[in-house]
């Protein structure tokens, strides 16, 4: 099973970005499927965006859509997050997740990493 570990949260100014980092240990990176989710407080998890091994994306919210890129570099077995034009309520915790390829859900789950974002 693989390990997960963010970082890269903070508190940053309306308009201004922040990149987050997750690093995989344990297992086979090319095997899983990462995946970027958020929560907000009173709310409940929200799916941001994944990334394959090759490459291949795709996004949750509409609301991130053109501002948040997400990536990974397979060599150091580590995916980001890249966000931009950072929002109000772009604010919660940030969590790094994985599953298998094929899989359908995600099994593996980081501690999270809070990203607050000021008027």
């Known amino acids: 099973q693989v390990q997960l570990v963010e970082s890269g949260g903070g508190l940053v100014q309306a308009g201004g970005s922040l990149r987050l980092s997750c690093a995989a240990s344990g297992d086979t990176f090319s095997r899983y499927v990462m995946g970027w989710f958020r929560q907000a407080p009173g709310k409940e998890r929200e799916f941001v965006s994944s990334i394959w091994w090759s490459g291949r994306t795709s996004f949750g919210a509409d609301s991130v859509k053109g501002r948040f890129t997400i990536s990974r570099d397979n060599a150091k077995s580590t995916v980001y997050l890249q966000m931009n034009s950072l929002k109000p309520e772009d604010t919660a915790v940030y969590y790094c997740?994985?599953?298998?390829?094929?899989?359908?859900?995600?099994?593996?789950w980081g501690q999270g990493t809070q990203v607050t974002v000021s008027s």
């Open positions: 997740a994985a599953r298998y390829t094929g899989g359908l859900k995600y099994d593996y």
